[in-house]
């Protein structure tokens, strides 16, 4: 299937006329077009987005919130379809696909309908001075977003429905590799009645389409989620240029298991938080890091649990792990299982490819359990965001504490204990956005998301994203005697 540029609403092919192509990666094969935009294609988007501008930003939140909400069910009416879609575009199970990709990307369509009719300002009476400070909060503009691969429309969408819920236009770029869904989208907007120009949809590479929105000195804010590396670049190229930046990069996240917990529901979850969408999730749980009393005992019973998940075609509804997104991605995360061998890690199980049937040529990897001994090892280092974990045992709290705190990210942390000291004390000193304390990925779409350090920064979600996208400007009104 071939797809074009979402532009002013209308479906358009790149001005140059160059395409990519696009790989099914559950059996290693092209199965569409994409086009291969250009600075052309993003300065067109910005004329039409500057356009539509006035209007949109001057709609009634009522207006806005009732096409959103319009979407939103359009995205349910289409679930089948959609993630059918995901799966392809993706590799990811369809059954991931159909509860959870697809139902969160309506879930932000809805969520940010209903907050931005919650949003306020805050005013401030200066006592003694008979006036009143007042803030407004004003849409920026023309906004850009970039979002990754491996949780395609969901983050997508995480991203342009907060800009457009607070009155922005938006120059929109998805993954190359996984444009699939952000496409199918544009449709929908078109029909549920959202204005040209609104949500532009530019596709193309990152390094050439995705800077041309990062330079265009007529958008005014990135919102972007990828690779750490990435974000730096984007962030050389925006900072002189004085543009807000929201930046959600990498992770490499700790999972901190101490003897006191809910064993048999830290197990399960913890296989979920190890191995979810082939490992492929920036919250992913890859440092696995258990109190050395229930060490043994938890290595035996997880690699039980892990050898029982199922890699097959995504197709599958039985599959558990899919295929990885690409060639490169496999062989990149493949060679972290070389990495292993150099570092002296123990492989406990898995590290070869899958070959699965009818899927002969997809990019399948088994889930792979490594323990390893010192924390600097690049494989306790490095994001890989695949099926891989590695396991390593710590002594008590400070040292499972200093452990979990000793990477460059910042990202998120899960802990799995019933010892409320010890859970108030971790929740104060780690260093990560978020804290699990006893689950893992239970969202909740009103707190504040993203990292620290390495891992990015602002926060979205809630009202911090709404805020994101607006510029506050302070307003202070004297009464004349
Ligand atoms: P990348 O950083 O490679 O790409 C992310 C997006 O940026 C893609 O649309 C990409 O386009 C685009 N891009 C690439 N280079 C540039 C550039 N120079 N200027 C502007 N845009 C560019 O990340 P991946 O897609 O590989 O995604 C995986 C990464 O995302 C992991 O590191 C993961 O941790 C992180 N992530 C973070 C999350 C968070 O919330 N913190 C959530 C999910 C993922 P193209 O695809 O064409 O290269």
Not at 242 to 253: D, I, R, Y
Not at 345 to 370: A, H, R, S
Request: glycine share 8%; net charge negative.
């Amino acid at each position: 299937m071939n797809i074009q540029n979402y532009i002013n609403g209308e479906f358009v092919n790149p001005i140059q006329d160059n395409w990519l192509v696009n790989y099914n990666p559950s059996i290693g094969e092209i199965y569409g077009q994409i086009p291969n935009s250009t600075q052309g294609d993003v300065a067109l988007a910005v004329e039409f987005a500057e356009k539509a501008f006035p209007k949109w930003s001057q709609t009634s939140l009522e207006e806005r919130s009732k096409i959103l909400l319009k979407i939103a069910d359009l995205i349910e009416e289409n679930l089948e379809n959609l993630a059918k879609a995901e799966s392809v575009d993706n590799g990811k199970p369809i059954s991931l696909a159909k509860t959870v990709d697809i139902p969160r990307a309506a879930t932000n369509f809805r969520f940010f309908a209903h907050a931005i009719t919650q949003f306020a300002s805050e005013s401030h009476e200066t006592v003694g001075e008979n006036a009143i400070n007042y803030t407004l909060r004003q849409p920026i503009g023309i906004v850009g977003c970039i979002s990754p691969w491996n949780l395609p429309l969901y983050l997508f969408t995480w991203k342009i429905v907060p800009a457009v819920a607070a009155g922005n236009c938006v120059i929109a770029k998805p993954s190359e590799i996984t444009p699939m869904t952000a496409y199918l989208l544009g449709e929908i907007c078109t029909k549920a009645g959202l204005p040209n120009g609104v949500l532009n949809i530019v596709h193309g590479l990152g390094n050439q389409v995705g800077e041309a929105i990062v330079s265009h000195p007529k958008i005014k804010a990135i919102s972007f989620t990828g690779g750490t590396k990435t974000g730096a670049q984007i962030a050389k190229i925006a900072a002189p240029m004085f543009k807000k930046l929201s930046l959600e990069l990498g992770g490499k996240n700790p999972n901190i298991i101490f003897a006191d917990c809910d064993y048999e529901k830290m197990l399960a979850t913890t296989v979920r938080s190890s191995f979810s969408n082939q490992g492929q999730i920036c919250l992913c749980g890859s440092r696995i890091l258990v109190e050395e009393k229930i060490y043994e005992k938890f290595k035996k019973d997880f690699i039980k649990k892990v050898s029982e998940l199922k890699v097959g075609n995504p197709a599958d509804e039985s599959t558990d792990i899919g295929a990885l997104v690409s060639k490169e991605h496999l062989e990149k995360v493949k060679s972290y299982i070389d990495i292993a061998e150099i570092e002296n890690g123990k492989i406990l199980f898995g590290g070869e490819k899958v070959v699965v049937d009818n899927c002969e040529n997809g990019y399948y990897l088994q889930p792979t359990i490594i323990e390893v001994v010192d924390n600097q090892c690049r494989l306790n280092q490095e994001e890989i965001f695949g099926p891989i974990v590695t396991l390593m045992s710590f002594k008590n709290d400070e040292d499972g504490l200093s452990l979990a705190n000793d990477t460059k990210y910042g990202l998120s942390a899960t802990l799995w204990t019933n010892n409320l000291n010890r859970t108030m004390h971790f929740s104060q000193q780690l260093k990560v956005g978020i804290v699990w304390v006893n689950t893992w990925m239970l969202r909740d779409l009103r707190t504040p998301f993203g990292g620290m350090k390495d891992s990015g920064i602002g926060r979205e979600g809630g009202f911090e994203a709404l805020r994101f996208f607006t510029e506050a400007k302070n307003v202070c009104i004297k009464s004349l005697p």
